[in-house]
Nanobody, 115 residues
Framework: QVQLVESGGGLVQPGGSLRLSCTAS????????MAWYRQAPGKQRDLVAR???????NYADSVKGRFTISRDNGRNTVYLQMHSLEAEDTAVYYC?????????WGQGIQVTVSS
């Protein structure tokens, strides 16, 4: 089984920055996609950013230009660097790893943007 452990969340003021990390361990090998999703209260879980093994990325329109996703395959880790955070970014952020039909989720980590 694959386990995903997220870290780096917390409370920040508007305009601040955070970096989320997610490290995967367990039985996953070869090429796989890593991504971050988020779910705000009363809303669906939406894709924030995705990165494939070759480095291609895509972002939600709401975060493009502010967030950057990256990965370190040697550490089985994906990062989400977040700048210029807004109150609307407040959500539980979930790490996601996918390979073919196999999908794994982290437990979620809270990001709160408030003054």
């Amino acid at each position: 089984q694959v386990q995903l452990v997220e870290s780096g969340g917390g409370l920040v003021q508007p305009g601040g920055s955070l970096r989320l990390s997610c490290t995967a361990s367990g039985s996953i090998f070869g090429f796989y996609t890593m991504a971050w999703y988020r779910q705000a209260p009363g809303k669906q879980r939406d894709l924030v950013a995705r990165i494939i093994n070759g480095g291609t990325t895509n972002y939600a329109d709401s975060v493009k230009g502010r967030f950057t996703i990256s990965r370190d395959n040697g550490r089985n880790t994906v990062y989400l660097q977040m700048h210029s955070l807004e109150a609307e970014d407040t959500a539980v952020y979930y790490c996601n790893v996918g390979k073919r039909s196999q999908v794994y989720w982290g437990q979620g980590i809270q990001v709160t943007v408030s003054s």
